[in-house]
């Protein structure tokens, strides 16, 4: 019914940036908040941002000041633009989505199935 696909993952050196991309497609009437979140080998997931349909932002402090989420909703579309990235920032990278699927329906949250982050030198 609903995919989230994410793009633009991969190496970079400390430092560097990266702009991760999560197009949602499917069956949609309306997308409410979306959000990233990570999951490094062997800890937590950590919710690092999110933003609502009407762009207001919420960021983790470990990412707040270096990160910027940002929302195409004519593309059904979420961003996470990274500056100054870290070795710790290395992590599979998730997005997620609350989404009604017709008109007064529920919410329903889906999950994309993760970019691959690595900072290193």
Known sequence: ???LV???GGLVQPGESLRLSCAASGSIFYIYTMGWYRQAPGKQ???I????SSDNTNYADSVKGRF???RDNAKNTVY???NN???EDTAVYYCNADISLRVGSQRYGFEGQGTQV???S
């Open 118 to 120: 690595t900072v290193s």
């Open 85 to 87: 990235l870290k070795p």
């Open 1 to 3: 019914q609903v995919q």
């Open 80 to 82: 996470l633009q990274m």
């Open 49 to 52: 941002a999110s933003i609502t």
């Open 45 to 47: 997931r950590e919710s």
């Open 6 to 8: 994410e793009s633009g």
């Open 68 to 70: 910027t989420i940002s």
